[in-house]
Every structure is written in C-alpha cells, then in structure tokens.
C-alpha cells in the first residue's frame, strides 16, 4: 500500500525513493507489527477476560499449571492482526506470494479460532473435532501445494534441493514441462505427486508442530521470531538473482517480498511475547499456533528450504516426534517413554522450573536456527 503511495510521491519529494529498497522496507515491517501489537495487546487481552475466554488446564499436567486457569486465550488473533496490518502496509501488494502466505496464515488462523471459540466461549469442551479439523488443513495444505505447483514459473520453483551438497537437487517438473508433454511422461506425474505431497506435508506438518508446543509461556512464540527471521533471509536471497547465484540457492523471482511477511511476523511474535512471556497475561491459543506454523511451512516451500525449515525449526520437530514416541510405544508396549508428553512437560515432571525449560529450549532454537543459515555457505 506505503509502495504504491510512494510510486505517486517520489517524483515531488525525493524521500520517497527509500520505500523502493526491500530492506528498509523489511526494517519497517518488523517495527510497525510490533507497535501494533504492543498497542493493542491490552485491549485484545480485556476483551477476551471480557468474553471468559479462559485456558482450561488439564488435571493430569504439571500441577504447577493448575494456576494458569482461566488466563486469556485466543491471544492469536493479535499476532495475525498485526501481521496483516503491517504486511499490506509495506509490501508489494502486486506479489502474488505475499497474498498466498498471507490467505494460509489467514486460512490456517480461521481453524484454529472456531476450534477455540467453541472451547473456551461456548464452553464445548470438545471444540472442532480432530477430524474437521485435519480436514480444514488438508483442503487449505493441498490448495496451496497445488497452486504452488500449477503457478510456478521457473524450474527452480519446483526443485527439490538438498543443503550441505553442491548441485543437490531434484527437478520435479512444472507446467512448462506439463504442456510440452502430450500424454504426460511418468516423471512429470510422479513430480508433480512429490511436490504437492511434500508441500503439503510441510504447511500442516508443521502447523501441527507449532501447535504440539504452545504449551508453556512463550516457548513456541520465540522460536517461531527466529525461525520466521531466518526464512525472511532466505527469501531475501532467493529473490535476489545475484546472491542467489553465489550463495548457489533456488533463484525464486518475486520471493523477496516474503522478507517484509517474514519480518512482520518476527515483529508481532516479539510484541506479543511482551505479554505472554511467564507468568503469561496471555496465549496465543490454537489460532495463534496453527496459523504461524502454516505460514512458517508456506514461506519454505516457496523459497525451497524444506530441509533447512525442518533443521531451525528443530525443537518444533522434537516437540512432534515425542508425542509420536509416546503413543507408538504405548500402543506398541504399553510403557511410555516419557513421563508426559510433548516433551516439555517430561522435563517439568522431571523437576525442570518452567522458566528454565523455556529458556533452555530458546537456547537450541537459536543454535538450530544458526545452523540453518550456515547451510547459506556450506555447500
């Protein structure tokens, strides 16, 4: 919107000129999700006391959670506000990525807000049930990766690409290659299989494991600023034609701007970790985790960094594979590996203080999250 504003306005005041460059633009994304949600944090967190959108705490947790009862939640909403508000405010609302990334936030944030309105409003303790639930993901995770795959323009964009390998990849084919084959070749149908079934397992995959971890104050929210700030320098790159072809990553044309979503995301996370640090005044609830964790996943796939997603976001992915630990061994054993699954809660019942198994898991969010970005050069 400030671009096109700036477009009319930079041939009477030079000034203007600044809003041209991404990275001051990316800057001022960050700042402006920020303010906003710092600025409308206290009025968000009144009106869901007002309506008694209240956590509900399982008896069979910590006990130490047993306080937490009744802070408001669906605190969400506030991330994905300011998220949207900042975005149309500096992006280029001509890119069609930014529109997508934004409608899967958007989309993914809607599941998860009718699941805990209907929780923690309308007292229905059995929310949206699993199974619409995962269906609602599925039918948004296969319109993307489908959409994804039937735009993209560049064989790069369908490309699967393995970091730490030089010349690593496995091109999957896209709709030049489609149209130039009359009947379609079984690699072309194959690829196309690969490539909507990855990206569609990254998108809910990872809404999923955002979600599995929103379980103590302001675990998921951190990791999910330092993962969101790395993809936004990897979609910098990918954008950028030179240094994507020094840094041998997938030139993805119009990737770019999904720096501005990516800091604008980072800039809401911070704001609302200002309130839902411990002792929380709020959670983010499931339309606050769905929503990041598939916007997370979409920012990814577009800027082919599946590998490297799965390695920053690697405590998301550590939160997911112990609750599928402790329900295979159950049923398998019918012993739990872990005293309390996800894994946060082992170490609590373990005598870990909260605040000490947050910290300690922000620890390996930033490590993770800088081993990521090492993958820029080491290849």
Not at 241 to 264: H, N, Q, R
């Amino acid at each position: 919107m400030l671009l096109e504003l700036a477009e009319l306005l930079k041939g009477w005041i030079s000034a203007f000129h600044l809003f041209q460059y991404l990275t001051f633009r990316t800057i001022m994304g960050t700042l402006t999700a920020l303010a906003v949600s710092l600025l409308a944090g206290p009025w968000i967190i009144r009106k869901l006391a007002e309506v008694k959108a209240g956590q509900v705490i399982r008896s069979d947790g910590p006990q130490t959670h047993l306080s937490k009862a009744g802070t408001p939640t669906m605190g969400g909403a506030l991330i994905i506000g300011s998220i949207a508000v900042s975005t149309l405010l500096w992006a280029d609302l001509h890119n069609r990525y930014v529109w997508l990334v934004l409608g899967v936030t958007v989309a993914f944030g809607a599941i998860g807000f009718y699941d805990d309105y209907k929780k923690l409003v309308l007292k229905d303790s059995r929310g949206l049930a699993a199974r619409w639930k995962y269906f609602w993901q599925s039918v948004f995770g296969l319109a993307v990766a489908l959409y994804l795959y039937f735009s993209a323009d560049t064989p790069a964009a369908t490309t699967f690409y393995l970091p730490l390998i030089k010349h690593a990849q496995v091109p999957l084919g896209h709709m030049a290659d489609v149209a130039a084959q009359a009947p379609f070749a079984w690699w072309t149908v194959f690829g196309a299989v690969v490539f909507v079934g990855l990206a569609y397992f990254i998108v809910v995959g990872f809404s999923n494991a955002v979600n599995l971890t929103d379980g103590l104050d302001g675990l998921a929210i951190m990791p999910s600023v330092l993962v969101s700030t790395a993809l936004g320098v990897f979609a910098y790159l990918a954008g950028n034609k030179v240094f994507s072809e020094y840094l041998g990553i997938p030139a993805i044309p119009g990737a770019g701007e999904l720096a501005i979503f990516c800091s604008a995301l980072a800039g809401a996370g911070l704001g609302f970790l200002w309130f839902n640090t411990y002792p929380a005044q709020v959670f983010m609830g499931d339309v606050g985790a769905l929503a990041i964790g598939a916007a997370l996943g979409c920012v990814a796939v577009i800027v082919r960094q599946e590998i490297v997603l799965l390695i920053m976001g690697g405590v998301f992915v550590m939160e997911t594979a112990s609750v599928m630990l402790q329900v295979a061994s159950f049923k398998l054993t019918g012993k739990r590996i872990f005293r309390m699954a996800p894994i946060h809660h082992h170490f609590e019942l373990k005598g870990w203080p909260e605040p000490r198994v947050i910290v300690r898991f922000w620890i390996i969010s930033v490590v993770l999250v800088l081993i990521g970005l090492a993958t820029l050069k080491v290849r």
